[in-house]
Structures are given as structure tokens and as C-alpha cells.
T-cell receptor, first 114, second 113 residues
Framework: AQSVSQHNHHVILSEAASLELGCNYSYGGTVNLFWYVQYPGQHLQLLLK??????LVKGIKGFEAEFIKSKFSFNLRKPSVQWSDTAEYFCAVIGSSNTGKLIFGQGTTLQVKP | EAQVTQNPRYLITVTGKKLTVTCSQN?????MSWYRQDPGLGLRQIYY???????DKGDVPEGYKVSRKEKRNFPLILESPSPNQTSLYFC????????????FGNGTRLTVT
């Protein structure tokens, strides 16, 4: 069955620290991958997405993610976090043969200390 | 402005009292979906709809109903709510192809006592 696992549930960083959030998925076929962000009290917003092509994708606000097919991973990175990056981050996967089901990971809460 | 609108934002009800959470989108999206968000569990899909009159179960459909009589609306119905349905609910929509990102509503926080 299709599944998504985010390894870090709660991450605390100081401003200017580098960030990497892990995401692994389980699916046997072609996938599309997403990272969504949820700022406190708000709805989810798309951060970035991977469909095909260059496995290193860049999103909004300086975030990027790398798709490593052999590792079934899609880790999110940012070289230098800001206090405003405090939010919950969700990795999501949809398989090409399962067009209706977008599966989310459990989420990672990022707290950035000023 | 392109948006997904959910109502109400907050709802407190009692066990067994039927309720409906409305969801409407103004982007002419074919695909709509309902999720519930619970701490430590992320977002779990309740139901989704690929188009008008086409609905399908997600991962946690028990205790919920949906309908898609028109493209813009996708209400979530709880016929007999129970306390384990206390959660934060999100409606979302997209163009419909599997590489279309979701647009989310602002959420409905439901408490069932």
C-alpha cells in the first residue's frame, strides 16, 4: 500500500541554521511528490512539487527538495532558516495509477528560535 | 479571488446530532477532497470526488458521507457524529490531473461532545 513517512516529528532550530526534513515514500510506480507548509492557524499551502525532470526542485521562500528515486526519498532543505519558517511541513505523494489519492506524511513541526 | 471556502470555521456539537460542513470552490476544479488532521497522524483522506456525481472513499470514510451534485460544492455530512470525529477538517480542490497541486480551504475545527 502507498505510504509516506516523515522521520522528524518536531525540529527546533536557531535562525540561520540549515534545515533538512526527511521524507520517504512507499509506492511501486511513477509518483508525483509535494511538500506543503501550514503556518500556525492557517491552511496548507504548496511549497514545491516534483513531477519529472531535474530531481532537484526549488520552491518558494528559498526551499528546495531532492528526489532520489533509488532511496524513495524527497527530502526538504533550506540553507538558512528564519523565524517566519516556523510551521508544520507535510510531504505528500500521489501515484500515477491512483489519481484520486494523495497520501500525506504525519507532518514535521519546525520551530525556529530567533 | 481563487479560493476554497469552508463553513463553519468552528463547530461544537453533541453526539448524534447530524451536521454538514460546506465546501465551495470558485476555480472550476474537477477534483475535490476532504481530509481530517489529527496530531501525530498528519492528514488523512476521508472522501474525494473526481467530478460531478463521482465520489470515492479515501482512507478513513467511516461515519462520513459526501455528495457532488454540482462542480463547485462538496459538502461533508456527519449523520451521527461521535467524539472520535473531533478533528480539524480541510476541504481541497485541484484541476484533477494527478500532477495538479491542491488548493486548501481554511479548515473547520469540529468538537463533538
Amino acid at each position: 500500500a502507498q505510504s509516506v513517512s516523515q522521520h522528524n516529528h518536531h525540529v527546533i532550530l536557531s535562525e540561520a541554521a540549515s534545515l533538512e526534513l526527511g521524507c520517504n515514500y512507499s509506492y511501486g510506480g511513477t509518483v508525483n511528490l509535494f511538500w506543503y507548509v501550514q503556518y500556525p492557524g492557517q491552511h496548507l499551502q504548496l511549497l514545491l512539487k516534483y513531477f519529472s525532470g531535474d530531481p532537484l526542485v526549488k520552491g518558494i521562500k528559498g526551499f528546495e527538495a531532492e528526489f532520489i528515486k533509488s532511496k524513495f526519498s524527497f527530502n526538504l532543505r533550506k540553507p538558512s532558516v528564519q523565524w517566519s519558517d516556523t510551521a508544520e511541513y507535510f510531504c505528500a505523494v500521489i501515484g500515477s495509477s491512483n489519481t484520486g489519492k494523495l497520501i500525506f506524511g504525519q507532518g514535521t513541526t519546525l520551530q525556529v528560535k530567533p | 479571488e481563487a479560493q476554497v471556502t469552508q463553513n463553519p470555521r468552528y463547530l461544537i456539537t453533541v453526539t448524534g446530532k447530524k451536521l454538514t460542513v460546506t465546501c465551495s470552490q470558485n476555480m472550476n476544479h474537477e477534483y475535490m477532497s476532504w481530509y481530517r488532521q489529527d496530531p501525530g497522524l498528519g492528514l488523512r483522506q476521508i472522501y474525494y470526488s473526481m467530478n460531478v456525481e463521482v465520489t470515492d472513499k479515501g482512507d478513513v470514510p467511516e461515519g462520513y458521507k459526501v455528495s457532488r451534485k454540482e462542480k463547485r460544492n462538496f459538502p461533508l455530512i456527519l449523520e451521527s457524529p461521535s467524539p472520535n470525529q473531533t478533528s480539524l477538517y480541510f476541504c481541497a480542490s485541484s484541476l484533477g490531473s494527478y500532477n495538479s497541486p491542491l488548493h486548501f480551504g481554511n479548515g473547520t475545527r469540529l468538537t463533538v461532545t
